[in-house]
């Protein structure tokens, strides 16, 4: 059996609510009952996609390359500040309140300074996806090598272990899953991010037709952008999924090894 | 197999008057180890018994160097201990296996520590695996394992860089009855055959008795030591040894000492066994 149809029959459910859901829409805006400007059908809409579909992919590629450029900065600035609140108490005392602070402010509301600040390239739509998307990822980061249990840290310190090696082989790897979700958290808000970015100025990217678009009532156009970003988002967030599977199978495996251990035990 | 007329002149390890104040919450001062004085000889086996909360898991430590003494001073071979060094194997009530590490990988962990060429100690650690039992597991993740697997796996990874002495914080307890005896045979086997030193801390008396040649008793918090009962019993043992009457002997005198610290006639709490 091929693993396509293997992946169909554990998604038959899920796969059938979604067919379904989009013939009855289709059906509904057939019979006229709701204004195609209202909502459009499903072939509508994939028809005005595909007929600007140059035009489309241009700014499917500018917001992609603001999501995973903020995405990147994110992760970049988050990781190493998540590293040093846990290995110093300076850093932490001054680092702290101002996270908490920062943390409260609506960072939707923080876009149009942004954008005042650095202009209305991509730049800016860069920095507003990355601090949307900044928390999470400090937080995990910081939750996963501050819950290194005290046992492993005891067991290399009482061999003298270097702080470095301590670092790298103990609380990096402990702290990996815990970084991975915050990664998939973080990669969802930074579309939002890049999205608002967008509306609040911009002649580029998927927020920028939307915002066109429905300015003219061309709700086709404003759905299949929507779509594609889904579509984008869904990328991104099974990416990182890939990415947990490749970096830390130890911890997938956790939910589906319980068969295997009740063979370990019987022997 | 150990005679207990040969032991060395100089003590091994030696505590003198140690005291462990902790700083508790609300600065309370907590005083976990009072004026301790011990001496522990080389290739002896110690147990420390005694409630719950009565330091010694803070004598472990001390001997890690993972904490100092507030009072007192800690000798390893006459030198103070200044610091933590190769020369001391460690073991927890958990295993506290790396879960991204095969059960060899875990093995070899404190080889990478001490910056050890791992080639040097890869021989040594897969036959370790092999005598605890756990022979084809070498690329098994913890996970697969059970309590008393992974707990094997424990012991081999605190010998396979041949430390001298073995710290050992109440391995078994966490594990079932019947792992936790035949553990315990295993331990006693392997560590004589290496010519190890090794303070096992315990709750067991039935434990203690069985594996050591000394067990010392604790009083609770603030934890002094009461008395230390030489284990005259032949060795190698086995478990048949707990139905006699010598072995019975041992556990209620035992059990009468900490009864007694605790300044009652009954028999000592069930946590103590």
Redesign the interface.
Known sequence: MTTSTLWLRANVIPVTVFVALFVIWELVCRTGVVQPWLLPAPSNIAIAVWDRRVLMSFHLLVTFTEVLGGFSLAILLGVPIAILITYSDLARKITYPVLLVFQSVPKVALAPLILLWLGYGMSSKIFVAAVTAFFPLVINTTAGLVST?A??L?????????QF?VFL??RM?WA?PYIVSGMKVAVTLSVIGAVVAEFVGSDTGLGFVILNASSTMNTPVVFGAMVLLSLLGMLFFYSIVGLEKLL?P??M??EQ?SA??I???M? | MRDLQEESPVPLITFNGVTVQFRGRHGMVVTALEQVDLAINEKEFVSIVGPSGCGKSTLLRLIACLIRPTAGDVHIKGRPLREPSSRIGIMFQQPVLLPWRSVLDNVLFPVELIHQPRAAFETTARELIQTVGLGGFDRAMPRELSGGMQQRVAICRALVYDPPVLLMDEPFAALDALTRDELGIELMRVTAQRDKTVVFVTHSITESILLSDRVVVMSARPGRIIDEIPIRLARPRSLDLVSTPEFGCYASQIRSRIAAAHGRLTTAGPELT
Do not use: I
């Open positions: 249990p046992e492993m005891e067991l290399a310190c009482a061999l003298k272990a270097r090696d082989k103990v790897p990996l830390c130890w911890y495996k956790a090894g295997l251990q063979a370990g035990s022997s």
